[in-house]
């Protein structure tokens, strides 16, 4: 019902940059809720970020470093991430959540490794 394709992942020294890309298909029309989730090695997936139609969530630990946006002109949510820490090193996950049936779809995951 709703595809996402992710890209942006790669390799990035501490301090660096990023930008992940989100492209959603099929009923667009359906989904309410957008995010960015992300799992480290060992680790539980965590909720990074959010975006609905009117406002925008961040975790803790990466407020005022990260950003969530969209283009809906191409159907693409983004996650500008600056000030890039160690720590922040996992696999990323771009998820879209759908009213009426309450699911929740996944894209692929893009790895983000920040060495020190």
């Known amino acids: 019902q709703v595809q996402l394709v992710e890209s942006g992942g790669g390799l990035v020294q501490a301090g660096g940059s990023l930008r992940l890309s989100c492209v959603a298909s099929?009923?667009?029309?359906?989904?309410?809720?957008m995010g960015w989730y992300r799992q480290a090695p060992g680790k539980e997936r965590e909720l990074v970020a959010t975006?609905?139609?009117?406002?925008?969530y961040y975790a803790s630990s990466v407020r005022g470093r990260f950003t969530i946006s969209r283009d809906d002109a191409i159907n693409t949510v983004s996650l500008q991430m600056n000030s890039l820490k160690p720590v922040d090193t996992a696999v990323y996950y771009c998820?879209?959540?759908?009213?009426?049936?309450?699911?929740?779809?996944w894209g692929q995951g893009t790895l983000v490794t920040v060495s020190s």
């Open positions: 099929g009923s667009i029309s359906s989904i309410v809720v």
């Open positions: 998820s879209a959540d759908v009213r009426t049936s309450g699911m929740r779809y």
């Open positions: 975006m609905t139609s009117g406002s925008t």
